[in-house]
Structure formats: C-alpha cells, structure tokens
C-alpha cells in the first residue's frame, strides 16, 4: 500500500503539537467532516504517531468547523463498494476504533456539531466526550436502509444500555446535546464558545496524573469489561501489581506518606 505523504495528511486532516497535547482535526469542512478511505488512514496513521511519540500524554480528536464533529462515512464512497469490500471496510475501521481503545493515552473527542453514524462511532471510542450544545447525535445509518459499520451497534448498546441503543439505532432520530448527556452518551455539554476552555480544564486535570497509570486504568476498563466478572476482577488485579510497580505508583506512595507533592515521570 502507498504510504501517504505528510502534505497529503496535512490536507484532510489537521495534525498538531502543542506540548503534551496533540490535536487531529478532520479536515473536509464541505462534506462536514464525513470520513473517507483517506481521512481513516490519516487519522490512523497520526493516532500511532502520537501513540509512539513519547512527548505527548494526551490525544484530542475534533472537526474543523463549527457545523459538525462528524457526519459519518463518507456516502458517496459507500455505494462504489461491493458487499466483500463494505466488510473489509468494517473490519478495518473497527481495527482503527479499537485501536483507539488499546491506545495507552487518554483520547477526547471534542464535539462541535453533528457527530452522526461513523462520526459517533469515532467518538465513541474515545475515552472523553465533551460536546458544545448545540452537537446532535444519532446513528441514522438505518435511513439509508445501512446499519453502522464501525462498531456502533456494541459501543452504542454499551455506553447507554439495549432500551435506547437499540431505539436510536432502529429510528435512526438524532438527539440534542442536553439527551445526549442525560442517557451519559457524553462526559460534559457547554455553550460553543467555552467547548475549548472545557476540554483544556480536562486536559489539565489528566496531566497532573501519571500517564502510565492512566494507561493501565484504561485497559483494566476496555479489556475488563469484555470479561466474566471474574475474570474481569483478575484482571484488574494484575493490572492494580502492574500500577503498584510503576516508579510512580512508588512515588505516588512515598509523596503521600513524606506529606509533599507527587513527582509523576510517566515510568
Ligand atoms: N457523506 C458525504 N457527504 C456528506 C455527508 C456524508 N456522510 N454528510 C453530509 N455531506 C455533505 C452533503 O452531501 C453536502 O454536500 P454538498 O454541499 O456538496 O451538497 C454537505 O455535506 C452539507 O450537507 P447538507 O447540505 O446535507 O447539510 P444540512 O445542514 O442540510 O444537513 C446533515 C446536515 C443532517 C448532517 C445531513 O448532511 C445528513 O443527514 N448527512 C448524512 C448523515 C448520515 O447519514 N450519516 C451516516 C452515514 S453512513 C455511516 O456513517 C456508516 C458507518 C459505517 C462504518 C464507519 C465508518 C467510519
């Protein structure tokens, strides 16, 4: 496969750097941020630059604009694929999601405008969602007689239970940001022009934490929750060893016992 240069990345997706933050902006304002083959790989391949990147500690995903987060896959690349190729398609979008999950950093989604279908499905595989009021949510893929591809049927039913995952994955409805947050399809909602103020007070708060520990805390949550209970219990187990291990877990310890301010390295 031809590997995409940096310039062409650039175009359809917004990629940057600011201390220990990056920020992935998709970039198709005209078709509201819609996804395309070419965003994915964008977005793929900068989630694992800023995975491998050891500067940055925390990931934010957004649309450029002020319409939309997202308004799902891109429609007009859907109807050139045969049915092999729309499951292909599925299975390597999902990889890209759960991707996401297995990532060691905290992922926001900052929700400005419709997160509809893959859009919503993006959002939620990251870790936070933080919407301005004016967002709509839905996965109207069942409008074009479709259904989500991108994992939206499980994450969907996870995050807000069957009775009304499976009433907006049949009615195809959008919802408001205010329902949104009540059915806890989102972390927070706040007028438009504070969304980047809340998200920084976010960003903030997670970077007085160890980023290894939130690493571990992450899995312990994503894989745990696949598992029996009890074996869900073991795991996290393990993982609270692994935290315990960490040079922070120990600094953590001995900066609360010596009564002084916790040094977190991130080891
Ligand atoms: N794909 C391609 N183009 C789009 C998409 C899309 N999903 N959504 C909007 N656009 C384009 C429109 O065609 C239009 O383009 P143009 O100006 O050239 O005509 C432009 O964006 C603006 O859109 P509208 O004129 O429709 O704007 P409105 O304000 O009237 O409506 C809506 C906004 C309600 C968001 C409307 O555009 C809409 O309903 N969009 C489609 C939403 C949708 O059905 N999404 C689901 C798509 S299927 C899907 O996501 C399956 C997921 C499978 C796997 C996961 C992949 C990641």
Redesign the pocket.
């Known amino acids: 496969m031809k590997r995409m240069t940096e310039e062409e990345r650039d175009e359809i997706l917004l990629y940057e750097k600011r201390g220990s933050v990056a920020t992935l902006t998709l970039n198709r304002q005209?078709?509201?941020n819609?996804?395309?083959t070419a965003l994915?790989k964008a977005l793929r391949a900068a989630l694992a630059d800023a995975d491998a990147d050891a500067v940055i500690r925390v990931i934010v995903i957004t649309g450029v604009g002020d319409?939309?987060f997202c308004?799902?896959?891109?429609?007009?690349?859907?109807l050139e694929k045969s049915p092999i190729e729309a499951r292909d398609?599925?299975l390597w979008?999902q990889e890209?999601?759960s991707y996401m999950e297995r990532l060691r950093k905290p992922i926001l989604a900052k929700i400005n405008g419709?997160c509809?279908?893959?859009?919503l499905?993006?959002a939620m595989a990251c870790d936070f969602r933080i919407a301005s009021d004016k967002s709509?949510f839905?996965?109207?893929?069942v409008?074009?007689a479709?259904?989500?591809?991108?994992?939206?049927t499980q994450r969907l039913t996870r995050l807000i239970g069957k009775t009304k995952a499976l009433e907006l994955l049949m009615t195809?409805a959008?919802i408001g940001a205010a329902e949104a947050l009540r059915l806890t399809l989102v972390n927070k909602v706040v007028p438009a022009d504070v969304l980047d103020a809340a998200v920084d007070e976010l960003i903030e708060a997670l970077l007085t934490k160890s980023t290894v520990t939130l690493g571990i805390l992450k899995l312990a949550v994503n894989k745990g929750i696949e598992m029996s209970l009890e074996q869900a219990l073991y795991y996290e187990a393990e993982c609270f060893g692994s935290a315990l291990a960490t040079e922070d877990g120990q600094e953590g310890l001995k900066a609360f016992l010596g009564k002084r301010k916790a040094e977190f390295k991130g080891k």
């Open positions: 005209k078709a509201l819609a996804l395309n994915l319409r939309a308004a799902g896959a891109d429609i007009i690349e859907l398609w599925s979008v890209i999601t419709f509809l279908g893959g859009g499905e993006l709509m839905g996965q109207p893929e409008n074009l479709l259904i989500p591809g991108g994992g939206g195809g959008q």
